[in-house]
């Protein structure tokens, strides 16, 4: 071989070893279960992130992922003692070697070939000479839902070129789902991942994820824990996360089950999810308690229902916290845990709903003034008029006025000014004002807030609990006739 020649063969060489090597180096890309996958991939590797794992430590991850699907397929009974991972498998690769029927009167030999061979790349003479949809590298094959969930589903047919049942992939990306269960909280039926675009959150969310599934994988049984709400999952997440969160969360709950594909999708936007981090984290998470007790039904822990309406709408989690700070407001009893929960509550309004801060102070500054006035009548029945008012707006505005009018009036000058001013009024209950209910709801928590801080007892609470356990005896009808009601 002369000189050139000798170049020629080794350039040669080096670009096939390169292109191998491009074909064990994980990229991430805009498909949320791909990602979810190569983070598991990296996690499997020990690696730091997807990018960093190396082609050496790729293949090993590779081999553990199939390694494990190989043990699983041996179980044969998804219903025996440790065929939990290969229930899994049923909704993420269904009728694939792994969990094919005909395992059951097949040989442990037959088997164990039959999953490698599936999990094998396609040889180099075999692959098509198009490109990877996910991530644009040469792709080894195209593949279909026996290998990637909802690859050939309605919910995710823009990644599926025309005219081809399945997706054209690198292997790389192909991998990433073989690991996607490692990175998902299974059910056994459903799948349930955690996906942000925040780097860091999805390196340290899937590394407790995975160890999690190898803990499982080595007992071969569901997580003993039960599930969860699945919008619970997102805030343990979270509180976990030591830092900054730079992008919302979603959840996606799959199934690529045979009797049919399935995904939800959930959103939680970045600031309310940065909100219950940093409220589920010291210094902030005293007031955390309270939120989940506001939250709490007889039915039905408060985390669940905290986690919905994060999910659903954030402006709703003020709602609960004001019904529970107000729910006692009849006996005239001010909660213990009302400054914490007041205050979580205000940062929300500031941080999540980005409310106009001047008009806050103003709705701040009349719930100080209304304290000051029911502190100043030292009475739980008119603590309880007031909370009587809340319900209609008609009422409270006409309740405010006269307040207003009273304190006016007042010769002892025990409060200073009017209860309401004229720009609180329009916030409160002018049409104009868009958010005049939200506002209402702020007036009462400040209220709250404030009598809470002047450490609000009134004289005759006793008196106004007997006359109320008295009502409660009484019938509704009598009630209102004696107060002179029509009907
Ligand atoms: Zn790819």
């Known amino acids: 071989m002369n000189q050139a020649d000798e170049r020629t063969a080794n350039e040669y060489g080096e670009r096939a070893a390169d292109e ?27 690696a730091a992130s997807p990018e960093h794992l190396t082609p050496e ?60 061979k599936w999990r094998e790349c396609p040889e180099p003479q075999v692959r098509p000479a198009v490109a990877c949809v996910l991530c644009g590298r040469d792709a080894v094959g195209f593949f279909g839902k026996v290998d990637v969930p909802l690859a050939e589903s309605v919910l995710y047919r823009n ?47 899937l590394s407790r994820r995975v160890e999690r599934n190898r803990q499982l994988i080595a007992l071969g049984r569901a997580d003993h824990r039960g599930i969860p709400a699945r919008e619970v999952l997102a805030l343990q997440a979270l509180r976990h996360h030591e830092d900054r969160l730079t992008s919302g969360v979603e959840l996606l709950v799959f199934s690529n089950n045979n009797r049919g594909q399935t995904l939800e999708i959930q959103s939680m936007e970045q600031p309310i999810a940065e909100w219950l981090r940093r409220s589920s984290r010291p210094p902030r998470r005293r007031g955390f308690p309270a939120l989940l007790r506001a939250h709490a039904t007889a039915d039905r822990p408060g985390i669940v229902g905290l986690a919905r309406n994060a ?15 107000t729910a006692r407001l009849d006996q005239g009893e001010i909660r213990d845990d009302t400054a914490e929960l007041a205050e979580l509550c205000f940062s929300l309004t500031i941080e999540v709903m980005l409310m106009n801060q001047n008009e806050i102070a103003e709705i701040k500054a009349a719930g100080t003034q209304v304290a000051a006035w029911l502190k100043a009548e030292n009475s739980a029945g008119k603590l309880r008029e007031f909370n009587s008012t809340l319900k ?53 928590v400040s209220v709250v807030q404030r009598l809470h801080e002047l450490d609000f007892k009134p004289g005759d609470r006793a008196e106004v609990a007997a006359e109320m356990a008295a009502e409660e005896k009484e019938h509704p009808e009598d009630i209102d006739y004696m107060k002179g009601e029509e009907s």
Not at 20 to 46: I, N, T
Not at 311 to 325: E, N, T
Request: proline share 4%; aromatic share 8%; charged share 25%.
């Open 20 to 46: 191998d090597d491009e074909q064990s180096r994980l990229a991430l890309s805009a498909h949320p279960l791909q990602r979810v996958g190569a983070y598991a991939l990296a996690v499997l590797g020990k």
């Open 57 to 116: 430590a790729f293949e090993k991850a590779v081999k553990t992922v199939t390694d494990d699907a190989v043990r699983a397929a041996l179980e044969r009974d998804t219903k025996g003692e440790k065929g939990f991972w290969l229930k899994s498998s049923l909704s993420l690769f269904p009728n694939s070697k792994m969990n094919h029927l005909s395992n059951a009167k097949k040989s442990d030999e037959t088997i164990r070939d039959a999953v490698q």
């Open 159 to 205: 990644s599926t070129p025309r005219g081809h049942a399945g997706m054209a992939l690198c292997r790389p990306c192909l991998c990433s789902f073989y690991a996607l269960p490692y990175g998902c909280r299974l059910t056994g039926g459903p799948s349930i991942a955690l996906h942000s675009w925040d780097e860091r959150f999805m390196a340290r969310t």
């Open 311 to 325: 999910f659903r709408s954030p402006d709703r989690i003020v709602g609960a916290c004001s019904r529970y700070l």
């Open 392 to 444: 209609e707006q008609r009422r409270m505005r006409h309740w405010l006025m006269r307040r207003n009018i009273d304190a006016l009036l007042d010769t002892a000058n025990r409060i200073e000014g009017p209860l309401v001013t004229e720009n609180q009024f329009r916030l409160l209950f002018d049409p104009e004002v868009e958010q005049a209910w939200f506002h209402r709801q702020l007036l009462i």
